[in-house]
């Protein structure tokens, strides 16, 4: 009885966990999307809200790890639960940082509101959608323990480097035949490599996922699409 109370006890925790992940990748997608509406809308003043919002995802990742760490101290699982236990430390480290990139692209907004109009920005739109709907996936594929499905988001990351690349060379074209672009197009840039960032985090969750339901890792290598050159943005260091 006592052993049965036991595996219960710990199912409750492993439970725990999956609630609190999907909490926090709850809160990181709207955090994304806010950011990016607000920059498109040139909304200042939603975007610098969005600093406030990122410490919520903060606290949960704090609680991600204390619990986690607790069940690893006290349960000492193996196999399977300690596949869960790991991945979801390691997935929750991921989600933050996909709140971080959000909460960096919102910084660029006040600037982008004060100069002209760029085209690109339709662009930034397209390539910030397709991410959205990697990270919304690949949760709900974490969610479910879907392998096929988090594969699925691993492959259309080349997509989202394919347009990266073509969005950089298009903010340049932009930047030579005017100068007047040069800033805003400059910002754009720390944009799209902040979404490219968030796609490949996506891509990360999705290879955690492979591991977590079949053991080991994805035995596939994909080859970055990305061939811009390389933007450090120097509000992360991603």
Do not use: W
């Not at 919002?53 to 991600?64: F, M, P, V, W, Y």
């Not at 006040?110 to 390539?127: C, F, N, Y």
């Not at 959608?129 to 323990?145: H, P, T």
């Amino acid at each position: 009885m006592q052993h049965e109370h036991t595996v219960k006890s710990f199912e409750d925790e492993l439970k725990t966990l999956d609630r609190l992940i999907a909490e926090m990748g709850g809160l990181a997608e709207e955090q994304f999307s806010t950011a990016i509406e607000a920059m498109i809308n040139r909304d200042v003043d939603t975007a610098m809200a969005i600093k406030k919002s990122d410490k919520n995802i903060d606290a949960l990742a704090h609680e991600i790890d204390t619990t986690s760490i607790r069940m690893l101290a006290l349960r000492q699982p193996m196999g399977q639960d300690l596949r869960s236990i790991v991945v979801a430390l390691k997935t929750a480290a991921v989600i933050e940082r996909i709140g971080d990139h959000a909460k960096n692209t919102a910084k660029r907004t006040k600037v982008l509101a004060e100069s002209p109009p760029i085209g690109a920005i339709k662009t930034v739109e397209r390539m910030s959608l397709l991410v959205q709907e990697m990270i919304s996936d690949v949760l709900d594929a974490y969610s479910k323990r879907d392998a096929d499905k988090a594969a699925d988001v691993r492959r259309r990351d080349e997509e989202v480097d394919d347009l990266h690349t073509s969005l950089f060379r298009e903010l340049l074209t932009y930047m030579m035949e005017d100068p007047r672009n040069i800033s805003a197009c400059t910002h754009l840039m720390f944009v799209t490599k902040n979404i490219e960032r968030m796609g490949d985090h996506a891509a990360n969750i999705a290879k955690n996922i492979h591991f977590l339901v079949h053991g080991e890792r994805p035995g596939e290598k994909r080859s970055k699409g990305d061939a811009s050159v390389y933007v450090v943005d120097p509000d992360t260091d991603a």
